[in-house]
């Protein structure tokens, strides 16, 4: 598989930075780090081309291909992450161009993205046999059914995944791992705090962990979900922790 990365701002840093895997990405153990993430391979070699764009442009753009890259390499899915609403726009031709057979957009940020505007480019895509999803947050990105987003997804991003084992009367974790990450990178922080904390606090545990990190996701409240971005991302990672526990305890 191979991808194009289309980004404005920290997010989508973070996300190239945890697909890469780069060595100084990862500070959940300050220190005290045991380098754990070297057993997690780097995917930086799927990377066909990444594109910071500006995000100090005019109010209004007559012609949005003028500020995207003039050269773009063939690839098979294009992610496009906080970038410029007008630019926006143009990505159904940039992802035509480049061959893209998918093309996800995630929504950390509904003043960035519009949901009205992800709707009106999904189904621009669609109409040219581009699959297209808009995750919201690119944490809830989950298996669809669409070949180049799936693969996406079975790399090891997307909707959360752990694997937990709790110690003597269920009181400690006493192992957390990672088996699918938040495409940001935050399930692995909030796993490696995780394990040795105890079990009853285990809610506190993930949102400390979770904000710490942080979690860049929008704290403006979301029409559509009804809470705010961030809000729902921190479910969504408690939510695959409990998951995680309940699977621990069916083996018992």
């Known amino acids: 598989m191979r991808v194009n990365i289309f980004y404005s701002g920290e997010f989508g840093k973070k996300v190239i930075g945890n697909l890469v895997n780069s ?6 153990c300050g ?17 066909t081309g990444i594109f910071e764009l500006r995000n100090d442009l005019p109010d209004f753009i007559e012609e949005p291909m003028e500020y995207m ?3 773009v390499p063939r690839c098979d899915l294009v992610i496009a992450i906080d970038i410029n609403p007008d630019l ?27 949901a009205g505007l992800a709707e009106q480019v999904r189904q621009r895509l669609e109409e040219k046999g581009i699959d297209c999803e808009c995750p919201k947050p ?13 693969d996406f997804v079975k790399l090891g991003f997307g909707k959360p995944l752990l694997k937990v084992e709790l110690g003597h009367d269920d009181e400690i974790f006493t192992h ?9 990178g935050s399930t692995w ?14 809610k506190d545990t993930i949102s400390g962990a ?19 971005v961030l809000h729902e991302a921190g479910y969504i990672i408690r939510k695959s922790v409990e998951d995680a526990m309940k699977k621990d305890a069916q083996k018992k």
């Not at 005290?32 to 990377?47: K, Q, S, T, V, Y």
């Not at 159904?92 to 960035?112: L, N, R, T, Y």
């Not at 922080?189 to 285990?202: G, H, N, P, Q």
Request: glycine share 6%.
């Open 176 to 184: 957390a791992e990672v088996l699918r990450d938040a495409p940001c």
């Open 210 to 228: 979770h904000h710490s990190y942080p979690c860049t996701a929008s704290m403006e409240k979301d029409s559509q979900i009804g809470d705010t």
């Open 88 to 114: 926006l726009t143009v990505i159904p031709e940039i992802a035509e161009i480049s061959g893209a057979k998918g093309v996800i957009i995630p929504i950390d940020d509904s003043k960035i993205v519009p």
């Open 23 to 28: 060595d100084r990405f990862c500070v959940a």
């Open 31 to 47: 220190d005290l780090c045991d380098h754990c993430r070297e057993l997690r391979p780097g995917f930086g070699n799927i990377i």
């Open 189 to 202: 922080f909030v796993a490696k705090k995780l394990k040795w904390s105890d079990v009853k606090d285990y």
């Open 69 to 71: 890259p003039d050269i």
């Open 138 to 150: 690119f944490c809830a990105l989950h298996l669809t059914g669409k070949k180049p987003i799936d």
